[in-house]
């Protein structure tokens, strides 16, 4: 983890390679059938400019002149260098957003205005969907086609969703006793405002919808803000920076610092004058995030890991759809989901039938740079990443478990692991307790609703759960059992704008997106009107 590191760096920690063929255990990993397209010209003179912060309006390098690299992930080329922004620009940022929250127009602009600029950023991430949908790609690693379906559209109706709550941020009237008064009359009522300054720290699994996830309810409620994204992650965001200015967002109102965690992150999580922090990313630096935020007693929303079970039972509606679900569960996006169906728990009697469905679904990923078309997983996001993933598959097959396909790294270049299928496992290896954050699946057997149940809430995490079958009396029970904050019943990995989002115990406080997500962005205030 980089919390412990001696890190900052200011030069690119991955070792240049080349795009080669190899064969993998599971998933094919060659290279790709038809030729990896070029970047495209828009996007690629884009990156050839220079990449500053955003803070107050204008594009500034960092105070120390820093940068630190922001490599490919499918052959560790450089794409891009960026801003190592540290305490100093932190410091910046936050008095820019101060000052716009405080003095600027951003607090003068109706619901209605602010709604629309909500609006227009949506427009305009669809206006430019591709080239998002590229950078995503680049600086990720995963598909483009992926990006470009489901990233980028997701980032913008989550603008356009946010937008509609602008003007929709009502208090209530509360007719009062007040016993202590007798014969008085008051007029009583809320009101609800904007938090102030937000510091918002995200992750670099879905830069941009992480980015959209977190500055959408932010700037709906009137709040300015003060971004830092994953360092290995950072071009969208600053391409995001550039289409919120030309949606005629008020200078200050959002400011976005790269940088590294221990650096800009902490200096952010710890700041005095944010009033509150909102985070995605693990549950190790979520403790930290909460800690540095004791200061000034900040508010905190924290998106954190998960260990998400996914259920088969033998009545479900369709064996093959849930064998589907159960590799898109995990696969998608390489099992750099938060809520990854990383644990598949399959009633005895089906067992092998879906684990050997699961595994063929595996063996046919083809991996590859993810700007080539035939590409179904790209690499992990980092060689930090993808030591990270090598080692829990190294330390399950120590502690006896058994890969059925994959369980290992593909290539010996760029970061990429074998789509893994592991059976033979029990509660106490590594593999099945702790969020891996890669493509790799535990299976394991059950035998009845009543063992499952337990067995799966036996966990510190508890953000999603998946559950097959077609008696809908079961899949209501287990739904209203399972402790986690979504339950997909006959489907998995379905988000919306208007879903809320978020854990149960170490999975996170708080809930992202739907009309929840206001209430992390608001304070509520009680007036009270002497009419006696
Ligand atoms: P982190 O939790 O370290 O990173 C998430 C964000 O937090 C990044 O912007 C990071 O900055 C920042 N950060 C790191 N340290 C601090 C700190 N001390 N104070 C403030 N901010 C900080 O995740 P990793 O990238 O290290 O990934 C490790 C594991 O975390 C993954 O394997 C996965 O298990 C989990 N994870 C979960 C995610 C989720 O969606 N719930 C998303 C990403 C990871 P920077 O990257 O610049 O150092």
């Known amino acids: 983890m980089k919390t412990t590191s001696s890190r900052p760096q200011s030069t690119a920690r991955s070792p240049k390679t080349t795009n080669g063929r190899h064969n993998g255990k599971g998933g094919v990993h060659r290279g790709p059938t038809q030729p990896v397209p070029q970047v495209s010209s828009k996007v690629s003179s884009w990156l050839a400019r220079p990449k500053h912060n955003l803070i107050d309006g204008q594009w500034v390098p960092a105070a120390s002149g820093k940068t630190f690299a922001s490599p490919n992930p499918a052959d560790g080329s450089v794409l891009a260098r960026v801003p190592d922004g540290d305490r100093e620009d932190i410091d910046r940022a936050v008095k820019a957003a101060r000052k716009a929250f405080e003095r600027g127009n951003w607090r003068r602009m109706t619901p209605s205005e602010r709604g629309q600029l909500l609006w227009r950023v949506g427009d305009l991430l669809l206006e430019h969907a591709d080239e998002f949908a590229e950078l995503e790609s680049l600086d990720n690693g995963k598909p483009r086609a992926v990006a470009r379906a489901a990233d980028v559209p997701l980032a913008a109706d989550l603008f356009h969703y946010m937008a509609g709550w ?55 409620t009137g709040n300015c803000v003060v971004l830092k994204p994953a360092e290995q992650t950072p071009l969208s965001a600053l391409r995001l920076g550039e289409l919120l200015l030309q949606a005629g967002l008020p200078e200050g109102v959002v400011n976005v610092v790269t940088g590294y965690g221990e650096t800009a992150g902490a200096a952010l999580a710890a700041h005095e004058d944010v009033d509150k922090v909102a985070f995605t990313g693990s549950t190790e630096v979520g403790k930290l995030i909460v800690r540095a935020a004791s200061g000034n007693l900040k508010k905190v929303s924290l998106e954190l890991g998960g260990k998400s079970p996914n259920i088969v039972f033998q009545d479900t509606t369709n064996l093959e759809a849930a064998i589907q679900g159960a590799a898109n569960a995990i696969f998608f996006n390489h099992g750099q989901c938060c809520c990854a169906g990383s644990r ?73 692991v074998q789509p893994t299928v592991a059976t033979g496992v029990n509660p106490r290896m590594s593999i099945v307790r702790e969020e891996i954050f890669g493509p790799v699946v535990v299976a394991e057997p059950f035998t009845t609703l009543e063992e499952v149940i337990p067995r799966v809430n036996a966990t510190p995490y508890g953000l999603a759960a998946g559950v097959w079958t077609k008696d809908i009396a079961k899949a209501h ?43 992390l962005y608001t304070e509520t205030k009680a007036v009270v009107v002497n009419i006696s």
């Not at 993810?370 to 120590?398: F, I």
């Not at 489907?491 to 809930?511: H, T």
Request: glycine share 12%.
């Open 166 to 220: 602008a003007t929709k941020l009502e208090g209530s009237t509360i007719p009062i006793s007040v016993p202590y008064a007798p014969g008085a009359r008051f007029h009583a009522f809320t009101l609800r405002e904007p938090v102030g300054v937000v510091g918002q720290i995200i992750p670099w699994n879905f830069p941009l919808l992480m980015a959209a996830w977190k500055l959408g309810p932010a700037l709906a």
């Open 344 to 416: 598949l728990l399959v009633e005895k009697v089906i067992f092998d039938e879906v684990v050997s469905g699961v595994a063929q679904a595996a063996k046919q990923i083809k991996l590859g740079p993810g700007l080539a078309p035939d590409t179904q997983m790209g690499p992990l996001v980092s060689e930090e990443q993808l030591n990270r993933v090598t080692r829990y598959l190294h330390q399950g097959k120590q502690d006896g478990a058994c890969y059925v396909t994959g369980g290992s790294r593909s290539g010996e270049q760029g970061y990429f």
């Open 477 to 519: 029970r287990v739904a209203a059992e399972l402790k986690a904050g979504t339950v997909w019943i006959n489907c998995y990995n379905i988000f919306d704008a208007a879903l809320p989002f978020g854990g149960y115990k170490q999975s996170g406080w708080g809930r992202e997106m739907g009309h929840e997500v206001l209430e």
